[in-house]
């Protein structure tokens, strides 16, 4: 028996039983339905993150710690002192070779070294060496010895390398380096004779006079069957080809320095053997800083240095660091105390602290570690915290302060965020 229908249903079928869809309208009641549902579901979950932190009392939690990170304090100056040492400038005696000096190619205020290019003399470059002394004998190939370790380092210094320095003899590879040497001097003829020896070791670092150093010559002559003797005048340089003549170079006492003062001039002699030819500058020697009071030791990265006068010499764990500029002042201040010091000179300074200017001090208990980021802080961005990640350059236990980068002074945030449940991540 078939049940009837009500009037509604009647009329929304038709007579021969098919069925008819819904109104539009129907559909889009229920999506709005789902909608309004769907935000009130969000709005529950927002309300909960934002007041969480008001009820973590009640969570079993401890009351938010709220707390504004401020500048690490530098601590005050103290003054301090240094003890300078000047070092005397050094004399570089005169070789006295004959001759005329027709070129120079240093000066005051110029830096000499092993390897520099001085002077001419007869057109001949002669350069600065520097080792346990001048050489004394002529060099070829089959010698050995601590010269020939002296002149393999030389012609490396000179560019006429690359040659090995852990070896003593003369061999094919100096002989190759010293015929290029003699021909960039010029001296391109056949090798036939050495020049006079220069003088001695004793001689030069000795003050020797004018007329034992001048008078000490002594010629060598390499035999060929076609090239004729060339005659040597006395302290010439006429050695070339695999043959090493000492008087292409000049004896430096210093490994490295700057000239105050030469007493080399275009169209005249040398200066007499043992004579100054040049005078190197005053050099800083040892330097110690000391203090009237001890220098803190800080929970925060800072920079300091000493001034003195105008000049900030900056200290690395209780040690001043010297380079060439600031070298030049304290040589300058120390000079002001004892303008021919004898002994270590104490100069007055100030150490400064200085606060780096990207960093700021928070509580230690305020840093937590996140998932994201190695370190994180709860800052508080209108009425919630959001995680801001920090890089901790410092931390001590003791003072209960970090500090770190990342944030600006004035920044509020949790200072309890593990105790009071708000550790947002990063």
């Not at 969480?52 to 500048?71: K, N």
């Not at 004399?91 to 000096?101: E, I, L, M, Q």
């Not at 005659?231 to 430096?252: E, K, M, N, R, Y």
Request: with cysteine; aromatic share 4%.
């Amino acid at each position: 028996m078939r049940r009837s229908r009500g009037p509604r249903q009647a009329a929304s079928e038709p007579k021969d039983g098919t069925r008819v869809p819904a109104p539009r309208g129907t559909w889009i009641g229920g999506t709005a339905v789902i909608v309004v549902v769907a935000l009130q579901i969000a709005g529950l979950f927002w309300f909960w993150r934002t007041e969480r932190p008001r009820t973590a009392a009640a969570e079993g939690h401890a009351d938010v710690i709220e707390v504004a990170v401020g500048r690490p304090s530098a601590p005050a100056d103290i003054k301090g002192k240094l003890s300078v040492e000047v070092i005397p400038g050094r004399v570089t005696p005169s070789p006295g070779y004959d001759g005329t000096v027709t070129s120079v190619y240093v000066s005051r205020g110029s830096a000499v070294s092993s390897g520099t290019r001085l002077f001419a003399l007869n057109g001949i470059d002669r350069y600065g060496y520097h080792g346990d002394r001048p050489f004394y004998r002529v060099l070829r190939e089959g010698d050995s010895g601590d010269d020939v370790v002296a002149l393999r380092r030389l012609l490396n210094d000179v560019g006429m390398g690359p040659v090995s320095e852990r070896r003593s003899t003369f061999d094919y590879m100096v002989a190759a380096a010293v015929t290029k040497w003699s021909k960039a001097l010029g001296l391109s003829r056949p090798p036939v004779t050495t020049a006079a020896l220069a003088p001695t070791p004793a001689q030069v670092m000795n003050n020797g006079s004018p007329s034992s150093t001048r008078s000490a010559t002594a010629t060598t002559t390499q035999t060929a069957a076609t090239a004729p003797a060339v005659p040597t005048a006395p302290g010439s340089v006429t050695s070339i080809g695999a043959v090493f003549d000492p008087q292409w170079t000049v004896w430096l006492p210093s490994a490295s320095a700057s000239i105050a003062k030469s007493d080399v001039r275009v169209g005249i002699a040398l200066p007499a053997a043992g004579t100054p030819m040049y005078t190197s500058a005053r050099s800083l020697g040892r330097v110690t800083l000391s203090s009237e009071a001890a220098i803190p030791r800080l929970d925060v990265p800072v920079r300091r240095s000493l001034q003195v006068g105008d000049t900030d010499v900056p200290i690395v764990d209780d040690r001043v660091q010297v380079g060439p500029t600031n070298a030049r002042a304290l040589i300058a201040a120390a000079l002001a105390v004892d303008p021919e010091p004898t002994k270590p000179v104490v100069v007055d300074g100030v150490i400064k602290s200085h606060v780096r200017t990207d960093s700021v001090s928070v509580p230690v208990t305020a840093v937590y570690d996140s998932p994201r980021a190695d370190s994180c802080v709860a800052v508080k961005n209108g009425g919630r915290y959001v995680g801001r990640a920090v890089t901790v350059v410092a931390s001590n236990a003791a003072s209960g302060q970090a500090t770190v980068e990342g944030l600006s002074a004035g920044t509020i945030l949790v200072a309890n965020p593990s105790d009071s449940g708000n550790e947002p991540a990063c």
